[in-house]
């Protein structure tokens, strides 16, 4: 006979044990037994705490890969807040110190205007405001361009002043600009006056050093570092009493020669932006262009 054929399972007559039913009754009798002992007596309480001690372990490992995805999404949240709050400080430094640059240059203007204002009133003959724009291009000169030109009113051979003295001369007038060279130029002379002693004498411009220079000075000249000196008003250009100079070094190597005196500008012939252009005096407008007052 085939081994398919034959029935291995325990036939009805010999099977043992209870039936479905009954292991239902008997549990469920013995789970309402248990409850109301454990109501009545609390004799759980010892087995729930072993089995809850017993589990720990397990619920730690279950919960540990749950753990560790929120840790690291919690580090990676907070490591891209951190970076966005670095980015927003970073933009409001920046615009923090381009404020604090910028109110710092408006109070350079405001004490620049200030001054200008001041000496605005003293003086006697017309003037025009006018802003710095940028140095000239050529390395050799000391010369500076101004927002303003012919269509302004600006004439070849006007006086320009800062706030604190005579700063230069315009030689070059175009439509819209105009270009200014400083007293400390190699190519500009002004004649000067000392106004502790009266006495007369040319200022030469230094670029070198940016000082201006006294030439042909006695040695036995009357002359003392701190002196002011100021435009004599004899050459027709600049008017009487601006001031131009003080003196900053006086060298004598003999009394029967000459004296090298230097002056510091009043005018602040490498940071000034807010000037004064002055009209040039009645015979100096015609002049298409001044290199120097000599």
Known sequence: MPKATVDRRVPPLFRQGLTPLSKLLLLGALSVLLMVVDARLRLGAPVRAAVATALTPLQWLALAPVRALQTGGGYFGSLQAAQQEAATARTELTR??????????????????????????????????????YDAADPYTRKLVIDRGESQGIQPGSPVMDGYGVLGQVTRVYPLVSEV????????????????????????????????????????????????????????????GLPVARIHSVTRQGDGGYARVLGQPMARTEHSLQLLVLDPPVGKQDRPEMEGSR
């Open 96 to 133: 923090q110190a381009q404020r604090a640059a910028q109110v710092e240059h408006l109070s350079q203007e405001n004490r620049e205007l200030r001054a200008l204002l001041g000496m605005r009133e003293r003086l006697s003959v017309k003037a025009h405001g006018a802003e710095a724009l």
């Open 181 to 240: 060279t400083l007293l400390t130029d190699r190519d500009q002379a002004i004649p000067v006056l000392n106004t502790r002693t009266g006495q007369r004498s040319v200022a030469y411009g230094q670029p070198r050093q940016g000082l201006l220079e006294l030439r042909f000075v006695s040695a036995s000249a009357d002359l003392e570092v701190g002196d002011l000196l100021t435009t004599s008003g004899v050459d027709g250009v600049y008017p009487p």
